[in-house]
């Protein structure tokens, strides 16, 4: 074999690996071929040639169909890779020099979060980080759910972790499970989907309406049985705008905050 038909089947074989993957992320975003190119100005039958390998897109072509289609950072790699590019975006620890700023900021939020739970988690819900308030509300779960890495969901709904102690266990759970059946839909991150079957293999509670009209119907309240008396939660997610590294694309800071006055005094705060 030759070295121009090494170099025909090389290009023949990236066109066929990403052709599938571009067609899946289009399905799962629900578009068609001929919206998807309306869209990035790529002609329907170009694009059709893309899916099928019949055709190798170019780098440029490549995020620009991810970048259209919201595919998440890591995926846009794997896509640069199965056509046969470098990837676009760097995965680095936290603890990589480069990354020390977004580090601090993080542990600022956690700190300045205070006398109220918050942790910072990854896309696969291992725990990060986590302040002082949050950890003291994991007292009593099994010391196996708490080696390392700590997935927070299995944390969360293991019948040795935390549920036990979560008063509206069936409303909680449910919220747990679409939330991350939505977050699968979103990054097809096959790890969530193993992630969602353990979740939902756990004993699931009898269904009933606990969380009481004072947390009213805009969220669904963590309610606590603890030592201290029934503490009850809200909870709200903030990730880093625009980044550019995997490591920080994929890591969210969920904050807990006092649904009612009771838990705000308990806890100490306002």
Known sequence: MGPDTEVMVRSMHTARAIGPLLRGWRERRRQTQ???SLDT??????LSFLETGRARPSREMVLRLAERLDVPLRAQNELLLAAGFA????ERGLDDAALAQARRAIELVLQGHLPFPALAVDQR????MANAASTALMSGVAPALLASPVNVLRLSLHP???APRIVNLAQWRSHVLSRLQHQLDVTADPMLGDLLAELAAYPAP????????DHGDFV???ILRTDGGQLSFF???TVFGTPRDVTLAELAIEAFYPADRATAAALGGP
């Open 206 to 213: 009898p269904s009933r309406d606990v969380s009481g009209a």
């Open 87 to 90: 990837p676009e975006y760097n």
């Open 220 to 222: 669904v309240p963590l």
């Open 125 to 128: 819900w291992t725990l990060i």
């Open 160 to 162: 040795d972790g935390v």
């Open 41 to 46: 100005g790529i002609s329907s039958r170009h």
């Open 34 to 36: 001929l919206g998807l």
């Open 235 to 237: 909870s709200t997610t």
